[in-house]
């Protein structure tokens, strides 16, 4: 079962802003929202993670909406080397992660 | 951040030979080792779990006789396909969590392209 639900691709100028949106209706009370991207043959890269509040790092920005059932990835200026597919899982503290298809990014000079 | 070492990142064999995959933590002790398999244009399918010192918990679907993971030490897991056959061709990933299993300290190796002939 899905756990997420993402558009299976988004198109992005360089420099602009990359808004990347995750449905996760299903969220339960424990359960973390998770970014990993993946540029083309290498592993998993975590982006970020949030439970409630939104989150920010050196890499993005989490935006959770208060009801928790979706979110969105923010790549504040997007560069060619951000192009990869973005998995957004929803995982407690306890289980292992499902990667779902996520969303090819590409990003345009 | 922590790096997950994973060799080697491409190999070719015969049908019908074993092939060896090593994933290391390089600076951190990994109590529970990840193993996927990830075919083109798919995503990631997990296809098992090792905790050091015990057997790994394989998924439904993934024959433990044929690929044999030993996760011996904190900082070794191994991944042995084992009679490869051409549909055993694939990408084989890695990853690796520290004492406490918190995904901020999830990492992944590189990725091995397996290819059989």
């Given at each position: 079962?899905a756990?997420?639900?993402?558009?299976?691709s988004?198109?992005c100028?360089?420099?602009?802003a990359?808004?990347?949106?995750?449905?996760?209706?299903?969220?339960?009370?424990n359960?973390?929202v998770?970014?990993?991207r993946?540029i083309?043959s290498q592993g998993?890269q975590y982006?970020i993670?949030?439970?409630?509040?939104n989150e920010?790092?050196?890499?993005?920005?989490?935006?959770i909406?208060?009801?928790?059932?979706?979110?969105t990835?923010?790549?504040?200026?997007a560069?060619?080397?951000d192009t990869?597919?973005?998995?957004?899982?929803?995982a407690?503290?306890?289980?292992?992660?499902?990667?779902?298809k996520?969303?090819?990014?590409?990003?345009?000079p | 951040?922590?790096?997950?070492?994973?060799?080697?990142s491409?190999?070719i064999?015969k049908s019908?030979?074993?092939?060896?995959i090593e994933?290391r933590?390089?600076?951190?002790?990994?109590?529970?080792?990840?193993w996927y398999?990830q075919?083109p244009k798919q995503?990631l399918?997990?296809?098992?779990?090792?905790?050091?010192?015990?057997?790994a918990?394989?998924?439904?679907?993934?024959?433990?006789?044929?690929f044999?993971?030993?996760?011996?030490?904190?900082?070794?897991?191994?991944?042995?396909?084992?009679?490869?056959?051409p549909?055993?061709?694939?990408?084989?990933?890695?990853?690796?969590?520290?004492?406490?299993?918190?995904?901020?300290?999830?990492f992944?190796g590189s990725g091995?392209?397996l290819?059989?002939?």
């Open positions: 079962d756990k997420t639900t993402q558009p299976p988004m198109d100028a360089e420099g602009r990359a808004n990347l949106p995750c449905n996760h209706s299903t969220i339960s009370g359960e973390y998770y970014w990993y993946q083309h998993p982006i993670h949030g439970l409630k509040n920010t790092n050196e890499m993005a920005s989490l935006i909406t208060e009801d928790r059932k979706s979110s990835l923010i790549l504040p200026h560069t060619l080397r990869a597919v973005y998995y957004c899982i929803v407690s503290g306890y289980s292992t992660l499902t990667f779902g996520g969303t090819m990014l590409l990003v345009s | 951040g922590a790096v997950v070492s994973q060799h080697p491409r190999v064999c019908g030979t074993s092939v060896k994933c933590s390089l600076d951190f002790q990994a109590t529970t080792m990840f398999r075919f995503s399918m997990l296809m098992a779990t090792s905790n050091e010192g015990s057997k918990t394989y998924e439904q679907g993934v024959e433990k006789d044929k044999l993971i030993n996760h011996a030490s904190l900082t070794l897991s191994t991944l042995t396909v084992t009679s490869a056959h549909e055993d061709s694939s990408f084989y990933i890695c990853s690796a969590s520290g004492q406490h299993l918190n995904y901020e300290k999830l992944f091995t392209q290819s059989v002939l």
